[in-house]
């Protein structure tokens, strides 16, 4: 994981200083939680597949925090933040590792790479690496948010993209991790609740699984805010 997050950071800095504003949004407003929320709302509202009665505590999740969901977007558009070349699908499986020295040789899978934050690329790999359990774990008691493990990768991103990185950056770090989070669920719920049309599924239940996965990991991550 440390190695990882390396990778990562080195894939952040060595792009520090490309124009980002000249790449294409291949997916607009890919991480704009504030729209995210937008859309998820509607999906409370249309109820097309008559699913939201089952989910009055999820959607209650979701509906409590909508104030967070302004606050990285508030801060690149008011110019706290830089906008970056981000991954945007930074999991573990999209990075090389060398099988002896465990290092990793290079970040791969770019087609999702466009203007971003570079702390939702972090954030991303929190969501997914510091926590043990399957994305979709039925048994909520088996998921919880790794603080050990958000201490080892944000230790290995700081040592390569750190140099690169502005103060807000390494102050909004935390943020990324615990927003992604958060709008990864809320993306899970909302196809959920549209019957399953983004996401792919094996079974009737998968995507609110996610979600809920999403969301025990957001509330841990409440719990620990300080130490993070």
């Known amino acids: ?5 390396k990778a990562f950071g080195t894939f952040q800095c060595l792009l520090a200083d490309y124009p980002s504003s000249t790449l294409h949004e291949t997916i607009p407003n890919f991480h704009n939680t504030r729209s995210r929320f937008a859309d998820f709302k509607k999906a409370v509202g249309d109820d097309l597949k008559g699913r939201a009665a089952g989910v009055q505590e999820e959607i209650d999740f979701v509906l409590s925090r909508e104030g967070d969901t302004g606050i990285l977007v508030d801060m690149l558009s008011n110019g706290e933040l830089p906008l970056r070349v981000t991954h945007n699908d930074t999991k573990l ?3 090389l590792i060398d099988r002896d020295t465990h ?3 290079c970040v791969i899978d770019l087609d999702t ?8 690329d972090f954030g991303d790999s929190i969501r997914t690496g510091a926590n043990d359990c399957a994305e979709d774990e039925p048994d909520q ?3 919880h948010f790794d603080l050990h493990l958000y201490e080892v990768f944000a230790k290995g991103y700081l040592s390569t993209a750190g140099a690169s990185m502005s103060l807000a950056e390494k102050k909004s770090l935390a943020w990324g991790a615990r927003l992604m989070t958060l709008e990864c669920g809320t993306r899970f719920l909302t196809d959920y609740l549209e019957g399953d049309h983004y996401f792919h599924i094996n079974y009737e239940t998968q995507n609110l699984n996610r979600a809920r996965t999403q969301f025990k990991l957001t509330a841990d991550m409440e719990r620990n805010w300080d130490a993070m």
């Open 141 to 143: 008691s088996k998921v």
């Open 113 to 120: 790479t466009m203007p971003g934050l570079s702390i939702n």
């Open 1 to 5: 994981f440390f190695n990882a997050a």
């Open 103 to 105: 290092e990793g040789i």
């Open 93 to 95: 499986n999209n990075i």
